[in-house]
């Protein structure tokens, strides 16, 4: 019989053992890459990036042509048929005849959830507008376990853009679910987490705080998570303007942080880390981007219920 066709809309789509399982995945492709060079022969990933992108989606094309399959795709709506009025639900009902998986990036939001329901392949989430990023969560939740090796007992701080910022919001999902987490919300009033969000960590009971200033709690933060102010999301632009440099990570701000703490940050980055930051030992962001492949691979391999080398899971 086969297996159920699962889709990664949502990071509650996976279980707590299922992200344990992709992490322990990923960080076994990391050390062996070349056991999974054929993994996905004859396989095919298709790429639909309604928004543009440099990480996601060079990520997963570089993840499926190192897993020995191929890739095939468009990189903004302009150059597909969307242009000409198509539907989401009528392109992937064609590109699932195309490919074996199919990861796509939509600027509306719940855009992946009419995907799914038309797909006949596994539909991932590669951001839907304001709203989520689960495979950004993956590469997060991978960069946290290799700094720290646990995804429980920390402090996580959240700082910019909580509002509009799709990464934050997927790991906050992700992050609730583990043992003695607490977040630190660190975001201009016009900037706070939405109500869903917020409703979320309620829930949970996990512990929060809200702060205005990165410097007054950086010595509790084992994570400090810088987003950017998200332009694209703003109806003005005074407001964007007003709120963009809200907050900058300097050098002499980490002077308070705990020696083993980590800044990540999903990029791109425009002011919030200033460049010196990046040669700081904080400094995880840049890692962080390359973990986001190995993470991908093993979704991919999840998806597709592929073990290594092509064996049917
Ligand atoms: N982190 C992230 O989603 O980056 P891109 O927009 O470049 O894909």
Redesign the pocket.
């Known amino acids: 019989m086969q297996a159920p066709l699962r889709h990664l809309i949502d990071i509650k789509d996976l279980s707590v053992s299922e992200i344990g399982a992709l992490l322990s995945r990923a960080d076994g492709i990391l050390a062996r890459p070349g056991d999974y060079a054929d993994a996905c022969h004859r396989k095919k990933l298709a790429t639909l990036f309604y928004e ?6 060079l990520s997963f094309e570089a993840a499926m042509l190192e897993l020995g399959g191929a890739v095939l795709g468009f990189s903004s709506q302009d150059s597909s048929s969307a242009s000409k009025g198509e539907s989401v639900a009528d392109t992937i009902r064609v590109v699932s005849g195309y490919a074996d998986v199919i990861a796509m ?1 939509h600027p509306k939001e719940g855009a992946p959830i009419v995907a799914a329901r038309h797909a006949n392949v596994p539909v991932i989430n ?2 839907d507008g304001g709203h989520n ?1 689960p495979t ?1 969560t993956l590469t997060d939740l991978l960069t946290i376990q290799q700094s720290f090796g646990r995804l429980s007992k920390l402090t996580v701080g959240l700082c910019g853009d909580l509002k509009f910022g799709r ?1 934050v919001h997927s790991l906050i999902s992700a992050m609730v679910r583990y043992p003695d987490v607490r977040f630190v919300l660190i975001s201009p009033p016009e900037l706070k987490c939405p109500d869903y969000v917020m409703a979320q960590i309620q829930r949970s009971g996990v512990a929060w705080e809200e702060s205005r200033q990165m410097e007054e709690v950086m010595d509790q933060l084992d994570i400090l998570y810088m987003t950017r102010v998200q332009r694209e999301r703003f109806f003005n632009e005074a407001d964007y303007v007003r709120l963009k440099d809200s907050f900058i990570l300097d050098v002499p701000k980490l002077a308070r942080a705990k020696p083993e703490m980590i800044v990540m940050h ?3 980055r425009v002011n919030e880390i200033q460049a010196k930051v990046d040669e700081n030992p904080h400094a995880r962001y840049f890692e962080q ?1 390359v973990f986001g492949k190995y993470v991908r691979m093993a979704l991919i391999l999840f998806l597709l219920g592929l073990e290594k080398e092509g064996e049917a899971a």
Do not use: F, K, V
Request: charged share 20%.
């Open positions: 543009p992108s440099t990480r996601t989606r990036r590669a951001g990023h950004q990464t999903p990029l791109p981007a």
